[in-house]
């Protein structure tokens, strides 16, 4: 192959970054794990919230919370349940280990990855994975270098999930973002999307630890996904889940929501209720302060200097 064509600099191989959306959150309480999702969805450059659940259930103790582009999830997942299928019926009475299914969604994150680049940098100069390494020999080495360089460099759009589930050595939360895997159990929560920041700040603000109690908890991951409503993106339709605390115990919490709804309800309005009488509390004390302040001031005030007099006359 001779040099590369004229359009291969003008081509914008990275697919565009875009305003995260949704929002996950779970919660480890006394072995016990909670969770919650909206529902708002990305497809390329549409966004809309469906009746459409984003708990994915790969076994009856372990779920996947999903966030990014739903096209590319829907790839990664459907390998994943395909693969953790196959893995059941071979030794149904195995367990798998929640780490072991962060693993599993890390390897076909790389191998759906490796397709879009295929698809993107190596089909339109007629190559795929295969005859890339065949062919190099072959290609000028302006162009071998420049494909080489745009392999490494491109990326899919952000993606993350939250894999929440209870194996033989207890509860766990794993978040894969952009194929990197993090542990959660020591912190005892997880979030991803455009609202984690406001969820996570919910959890870290109400002290949340793995030991909480069920209840405290339970309502605490409702409130963390309603506070991150008011970022852009989160959708208002909410889904939760429950695992725990034995094994193949997962269920979803249908409804409950409405109970739960109420109690956050009340919840803000005392909240409100406070935070007025606060604010008003505080100008009051305000007033008071800058009244005694100018009390000081007067009385304070230097005696006239002899002879002065409040107008000048000629």
């Known amino acids: 192959m001779g040099k590369y064509p004229?359009?291969?600099?003008?081509?914008?191989?990275?697919?565009t970054e875009r305003i995260p959306l949704t929002v996950c959150?779970?919660?480890?309480?006394?072995?016990?794990?909670?969770?919650?999702?909206d529902r708002m969805i990305t497809a390329g450059d549409i966004?809309?919230?469906?009746?459409?659940?984003?708990?994915?259930p790969l076994t009856t103790s372990?779920?996947?919370?999903?966030?990014?582009?739903?096209?590319?999830?829907?790839?990664?997942?459907?390998k994943v349940a395909t693969d953790i299928s196959r893995q059941i019926q071979a030794a149904p009475k195995t367990w798998l280990n929640v780490r072991d299914i962060a693993e599993l969604y890390r390897h076909y994150y790389e191998e759906v990855h490796l397709l879009y680049s295929e698809h993107d940098i190596l089909a339109p100069l007629a190559l795929d994975r295969h005859t890339w390494i065949s062919k190099q020999k072959e290609m000028d080495s302006e162009l071998l270098t420049k494909i080489a360089t745009e392999l490494m460099n491109h990326k899919l759009e952000e993606t993350a999930v939250i894999l929440s589930g209870i194996d033989l050595t207890g509860p766990h939360i794993y978040v894969v973002r952009n194929g990197v895997i993090s542990c959660q159990d020591s912190v005892g929560f997880a979030a991803i999307g455009a609202g984690e920041w406001h969820a996570n700040s919910q959890l870290m603000f109400a002290g949340h630890t793995k030991e909480k109690s069920v209840p405290e908890t339970l309502l605490l991951v409702y409130s963390a996904k309603?506070?991150?409503e008011v970022a852009p993106g989160v959708g208002k339709g909410t889904d939760m889940f429950a695992i725990g605390p034995n094994l193949g115990s997962f269920a979803y919490i249908v409804a409950e929501i409405e109970g739960l709804e109420k109690i956050y309800s009340n919840e803000q309005e005392r909240h409100n209720t406070a935070a007025i009488e606060a604010r008003t509390e505080v100008e009051r004390y305000v007033q008071?302060?800058?009244?005694?302040?100018?009390?000081?001031?007067?009385?304070t005030k230097p005696p006239a200097i002899k002879g002065e007099t409040s107008s000048n006359t000629n």
């Open 6 to 15: 004229s359009w291969y600099n003008k081509r914008k191989w990275h697919r």
């Open 25 to 37: 959150v779970a919660a480890i309480s006394k072995g016990t794990i909670f969770g919650a999702s």
């Open 47 to 56: 966004q809309f919230e469906p009746q459409q659940s984003k708990l994915h």
């Open 62 to 78: 372990i779920i996947a919370q999903i966030a990014g582009d739903a096209s590319i999830q829907s790839q990664i997942i459907q």
């Open 226 to 228: 309603r506070r991150a």
């Open 288 to 299: 008071e302060i800058v009244k005694r302040a100018i009390e000081k001031a007067q009385e």
